[in-house]
């Protein structure tokens, strides 16, 4: 794949619905991109990853995601390659807020085929990007591309948002190209969600705290992040006790090249799971919310990978769905492309509602928005964000561990 050449925006969409259709061979989300140079050259293709093997992998392992990682990891390896505004990234699905974030905070340009409606950045098919806080919808408009779809069914569209680039020749999709995209989504979209409702009540759950050490889950944890487990607060309220982990995380962060980013991981009994910095250093979309949901999968795939049925059920017991815990970020949201990416990964975490019990879900200890504005800002996310999870962040109410962090 890496010699060929593109030089039409159908050639290059049918490249990312190919990858689509793997996907859904994989039973994940049918979507699929490809990356491709300021010449049309395919850099890389690939796809969604979110389940493997009939498990959740990783919830943030969308297909432009990745392929963002991995421009950075082959920077980082010392690979020659163009910026990313010479770069188009063109996907089967339009992106979702995740995504969107990630692609603006790096600075790549998107050719976008089928819409989503329900999550996708251009949700109500303007093409001006309501959802995006002001700051960012001009440049969205100059590098997101809709291309034109030639025909008469419900496929067809007239092209919206900026130019693809100008080494592509043709720039229209053919009807069923664009038609494939939409239905190999489809196809997936209602039995990939059903999974992550698998997991069990809160009611249900058991304690970590109260396994041996020795445990696989307690090793695991420790594993992961060796202060698991040596703190914890009543549920759903952290206190200052919490302090000092995160301001360590936030030391690691800044030393790892990031602005003091740190986010903690409780579980539904107020146990620190996990307090990690952000990755920066090695790609400017490793953010510390990034790592730590993607480390507290990572570990419940691994447990539940080579698991018999009766292990896979004491994960699921200890080790709860992280809806019904608690996020607690350092640093509220802001205005950022990366903080708009961290809004749309802890969507894609949660995938479903938040549980009625746990409204307070996302907290936060420093605020970097007045509480109307960040709210406004949710308010205008798309439709599987605002209505359906309802993502809501909230500062911590402990007046402690506020001033803690300063
Ligand atoms: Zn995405």
């Known amino acids: 794949m890496a010699l060929k050449k593109t030089i039409d925006v159908q050639a290059a969409v049918a490249i990312a619905a190919a990858e689509a259709i793997a996907a859904k061979t994989q039973g994940t989300f049918g979507v699929g991109g490809v990356m491709l140079d300021q010449h049309g050259a395919v850099l890389m293709s690939l796809h969604n990853n979110v389940v493997r093997h009939g498990l959740i992998f990783d919830p943030t392992a969308h297909g432009e995601r990745q392929l963002i990682d991995w421009y950075f990891s082959e920077l980082d390896k010392g690979r020659d390659l163009p910026a990313p505004q010479d770069i188009t990234i063109v ?4 992106p979702c807020c995740m995504c969107s974030g990630a692609i603006l905070a790096a600075g790549f340009n998107v050719v976008a ?3 989503d409606r329900q999550a996708g950045i251009n949700f109500d098919a303007s093409a001006t990007f309501p959802a995006l806080p002001a700051p960012l ?4 408009g100059a590098t997101f591309s809709y291309p034109a779809v030639l025909g008469s069914s419900q496929y067809a569209r007239a092209a919206t948002g900026a130019a693809p680039k100008s080494f592509f020749i043709g720039k229209t999709v053919s009807e069923p190209t664009q038609a494939l995209c939409s239905l190999v989504f489809e196809a997936t979209e209602e039995e990939v969600t059903a999974l992550f409702n698998t997991d069990l009540p809160q009611s249900q759950l058991k304690c970590p705290a109260t396994l041996a050490p020795d445990h696989a889950i307690v090793r695991a944890l420790k594993a992961a992040y060796p202060d698991a487990l040596t703190y914890r607060c009543t549920p759903q309220q952290p206190d200052a006790d919490l302090a000092p982990y995160l301001l360590r995380a936030m030391a690691e962060d800044r030393a790892l090249g990031g602005a003091g980013d740190a986010v903690a991981l409780l579980d539904s009994f107020g146990n620190l799971l996990l307090c990690l910095p952000g990755g920066r250093g090695a790609s400017g979309i490793r953010t510390a919310f990034m790592e730590t949901t993607r480390a ?3 570990l419940r795939y691994q447990l539940m990978a080579e698991a ?7 994960v699921r017991q200890y080790l709860g769905h992280p809806k019904d815990g608690t996020f607690v970020f350092a640093q509220g949201p802001d205005e950022s492309a990366l903080s708009f990416m961290d809004l749309g990964a802890y969507g894609s975490t949660m995938e479903g509602p938040l549980p009625l019990s746990n409204p307070a879900q996302f907290q936060y200890v420093r605020p970097r928005m007045e509480p109307d504005a960040l709210a406004a800002l949710c308010a205008g996310f798309p439709p599987l964000y605002r209505d359906v999870i309802r993502i ?3 500062q911590v109410a402990d007046a402690g561990l506020v001033a803690a962090l300063g």
């Not at 996907?91 to 339009?94: A, K, V």
């Not at 919808?137 to 969205?140: F, G, L, P």
Request: glycine residues 0%; proline residues 12%.
């Open 296 to 298: 507290y999968a990572r």
């Open 137 to 140: 919808r001009e440049q969205a």
């Open 113 to 115: 085929a089928a819409p």
């Open 392 to 394: 809501r962040p909230t």
């Open 91 to 94: 996907t089967s699905l339009d």
């Open 308 to 314: 018999t049925p009766a292990q896979r059920d004491e």
